[in-house]
């Protein structure tokens, strides 16, 4: 606030009652004492973080911070890379704080459901900061391979700056021929995962980076996350906030991977992403809605001036771009479906389909 003198110490959070009277030789604001974190999990106001991120050690040490006042509503996430002051110990009941927020390379977003809706209109959440790679989990089978979802989460991704895989789980009862064709024209990364597979390849392409994973129920996501991420491993950490209730599972985690083979690469880090069923992409431009489907991007260009791309566009060049075969009329069919679902007026049918994935 211009003009008005402030000071940040213990007294503006209230860690330490009685501590204000202290002189304040130590106080910030530029904080020189803090040390850099990660946060791996959040839960109702408390942030847990661990502060050896860089280093190959298997089990991180992990802090429970608050907020600082001086922050302001900014939000932390899961993925934050922030500074913390205080009690950085550790121990039981230490309490750290977070001063500052170093600058996100990526911010994954979703607009909130309908639930969440405000009088403001639908919200938008950020799911997962910094994170370097999407990875969309499909099952080649049992549940069948849902392209829509799929098409969903690329937008997210290309509009985040995030790389995606695409992770194909079941891979011993169907083959992924028909997926891999439906994203031919796409420059799409992926891997295949089998129930008895070792994953070499997979981890491989989570080495060194900090990875989301999203996907609906039943598609192998859970079943991924406990082969490549053993319990004990996983439950250190995170233990204060599962300590704190269900909350936890609905909200995003980072979890580190561990070392499999001895090398001092770092194995990366995976974001699971529980609570997430879907992306709303109501705060993707059409523009930076068609990122997500490259082999259309070159179609529009004999489109007229700010054309909608809907069917409703007498003029709108796709249809011939298509007929023409330079894409897929599916893919057509899936941005148009997305285009709906971004203003709102589709059928509660489209929508409900939408909801569960469906293509
Ligand atoms: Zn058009």
Redesign the pocket.
Same mark, same amino acid.
């Given at each position: 606030m211009p003009g008005r003198r402030r000071e940040y110490d213990e007294e503006d959070v209230r860690v330490r009652p009685g501590r204000s009277s202290r002189p304040r030789t130590r106080t910030r604001p530029l904080h020189e004492d803090a040390v850099e974190g990660f946060v791996i999990a959040v839960d109702r106001g408390r942030y847990t973080c661990v502060l050896d991120v860089g280093t190959p050690q298997e089990q991180p040490e992990a802090v429970t911070a608050m907020r600082a006042r001086e922050l302001g509503r900014k939000s932390v996430v899961v993925g934050d890379r922030v500074s913390l002051v205080g009690d950085t110990s550790g121990a039981p009941g230490a309490l750290a704080r977070i001063v500052r927020i170093a600058e996100r390379t990526s911010v994954l977003r979703r607009t909130a459901d309908d639930d969440e809706t405000t009088a403001e209109g639908r919200l938008e959440r950020v799911v997962v900061a910094n994170a370097e790679q999407l990875v969309i989990v499909s099952a080649l089978a049992d549940p069948p391979p849902r392209t829509g979802f799929i098409d969903r989460c690329l937008v997210a991704a290309y509009d985040a700056g995030i790389e995606p895989l695409l992770c194909l789980t079941k891979a011993d009862l169907a083959p992924p021929d028909a997926v891999l064709d439906y994203y031919r024209e796409l420059d799409l990364r992926h891997v295949l995962c089998r129930p008895d597979s070792d994953l070499t390849e997979v981890r491989a392409a989570l080495a060194q980076r900090v990875s989301v994973l999203v996907g609906h129920s039943g598609v192998g996501k859970s079943t991924l996350v406990n082969r490549l991420v053993p319990a004990a491993l996983r439950a250190v950490g995170v233990v204060s906030a599962i300590g704190r209730g269900r909350h936890t599972s609905t909200s995003a985690v980072a979890l580190r991977l561990p070392h499999v083979v001895r090398t001092r690469d770092d194995p990366g880090w995976i974001v699971d992403t529980p609570g997430v069923r879907s992306f709303g992409l109501a705060h993707v431009s059409a523009d930076s809605l068609l990122h997500g489907f490259p082999d259309l991007v070159e179609g529009?260009l004999a &489109?007229?001036p700010n054309?909608?791309?809907t069917p409703a566009?007498a003029? &709108?060049?796709?249809d011939a771009w298509v007929t023409a075969g330079n894409a897929d009329e599916r893919r057509l069919a899936s941005y148009r479906r997305l285009l709906a679902s971004r203003s709102g007026d589709e059928s509660p049918e489209v929508r409900r389909d939408r909801e569960l994935g469906m293509p």
């Open positions: 529009t &489109c007229p054309c909608e791309h566009e003029e &709108c060049a796709l």
